[in-house]
């Protein structure tokens, strides 16, 4: 494990060089805001790529050839090189290697760059295609936040606004895969409030997204702010006992039941042409309870 810190004063940021994972969120106060990583689920902000959720069998199908893929790729298991740590921002770059190339057939370039403002970290992710032909992916961002967010706060006190009405309908899960019915969204108007029981299904889903930006409060406690424009699908999951929920910006989404078809053909993924690159960016504000 190498750990690189970033410090703005108001928000202190801990990144982990294995998956360049996000492994701590630390507010003004000296409060932890990020879940920590215990038994019921080890990880804790793991960066999914090349794709979100599973693939039928594990199998990713290019050209005829069927490549092992494991749910939510490889990326966050993989050492990624640190540069250009400055205090405020650093960056960390995976590129394919023999061993990525037996699972994701292509050549690519992933570079994460965390950088820290007052009480905003902004992540920016850019994927780019090194090959010589044109692949398809998806990339997610899978932050867990502590849920509550402070001692002594009812988890059922949390929710999750969303910046516009949310009605449309939801997706989930069954054995790794996407439902193809849509569910009734557990939304109302543009609050979703937190329990256990709804993630009995797995993640909900929210594939029909009009929001880019969601605040995550509970009464007394910081609020966190997630803004994601280069995201059009939002999952928010949590796994019982853990005391963490995960707002989850995606560009793609676990396949649907009853796909066979090739990696290309898998629905809500972006496409690169050789030499093209592509960013994502999402942002994490802290705002601190009033007095």
């Known amino acids: 494990m190498v750990l690189h810190t970033i410090d703005s004063g108001s928000l202190r940021i801990t990144i982990d060089e294995s998956g360049a994972e996000l492994s701590s969120l630390v507010d003004r106060a000296g409060r932890e805001l990020l879940w920590q990583g215990r038994s019921v689920w080890k990880r804790r902000a793991p960066i999914l790529f090349p794709i979100i959720g599973q693939m039928p069998e594990g199998i990713l199908r290019y050209e005829g050839v069927s490549y092992p893929i494991a749910q939510h790729g490889f990326a966050r298991d993989q050492d990624f090189e640190a540069s250009d740590l400055d205090g405020n921002s650093v960056i960390f770059t995976l590129v394919d290697s023999p061993e990525t190339r037996e699972k994701f057939p292509f050549r690519f370039r992933l570079a994460v760059r965390y950088s820290v403002t007052d009480a905003t970290l902004t992540v920016t992710t850019t994927v780019t295609n090194t090959d010589s032909v044109p692949f398809s992916a998806s990339l ?6 502590a849920w509550p967010l ?9 929710v999750i606004e969303f910046a516009l009405p949310e009605p449309a309908p939801i997706r989930r899960i069954v054995d790794g895969l996407a439902l193809v019915e849509s569910q009734p969204t557990p939304v109302v108007g543009d609050t979703l409030t937190l329990d256990d029981t709804l993630f009995v299904a797995d993640a909900v889903i929210f594939d029909q997204l009009a929001s880019r930006s969601v605040r995550y409060s509970a009464p007394g406690a910081p609020s966190i702010v997630v803004s994601f424009p280069d995201f059009p699908i939002l999952g928010v999951w949590s796994k019982a006992p853990g005391e963490f929920v995960c707002i989850e910006p995606w560009f793609g989404m676990t396949a649907p039941q009853g796909f066979s078809g090739e990696y290309s053909e898998k629905p809500h993924q972006f496409v690169l042409e050789p030499d093209e690159s592509r960013e994502f960016t999402y942002s994490v504000t802290v705002e601190q309870p009033s007095p």
Request: aromatic share 6%; charged share 25%; net charge negative.
């Open 150 to 158: 402070m001692e002594g706060i009812a988890r059922d006190a949390h």
């Open 140 to 145: 997610g961002e899978h932050p867990a936040f």
